[in-house]
């Protein structure tokens, strides 16, 4: 099982970055993505998710009308659209995977319910 980030990079506040989420490795149409992020001195977040289907979205408050999930099934990648950004949106990004979708719309935001991790992308807003 593989996840791999990538996109990040040093942007300026309200600009946009897209980062993608490459998995390998598994079933992708059974498995649901989560995107999390950790900032310095911060307990890892859960920013939003996509269940297993691409079908539901979840969004954590704080980027709700900014970001946007989507996943490709043939590519097997999840994007993380993220716009007019902000300095409180700097910290490392991680895409995650979880097999397990009981109570998914639930339990998306844990992070003991996802399998496997990606090695995360740095984002830097600068302001």
């Known amino acids: 099982v593989q996840l791999v980030e990538s996109g990040g990079g040093l942007v300026q506040a309200g600009g946009s970055l897209r980062l993608s989420c490459a998995t390998s490795?598994?079933?992708?149409?059974?498995?649901?993505i989560g995107w999390f992020r950790q900032a310095p001195g911060k307990e890892r977040e859960a920013v939003s998710a996509?269940?297993?289907?691409?079908?539901?979205?979840y969004y954590s408050d704080s980027v709700k009308g900014r970001f946007t999930i989507s996943s490709d099934m043939a590519k097997k990648t999840v994007y993380l659209q993220m716009h007019r950004l902000r300095s409180d949106d700097t910290a490392i990004y991680y895409c995650?995977?979880?097999?397990?979708?009981?109570?998914?719309?639930?339990?998306?935001?844990?992070?003991?319910?996802?399998?496997?991790w990606g090695q995360g992308a740095q984002v830097t807003v600068s302001s």
């Open positions: 995650a995977s979880r097999s397990d979708m009981w109570r998914f719309s639930t339990t998306w935001r844990r992070t003991d319910q996802y399998n496997s």
């Open positions: 490795g598994f079933t992708f149409h059974d498995h649901a």
């Open positions: 996509i269940n297993n289907n691409g079908e539901i979205e």
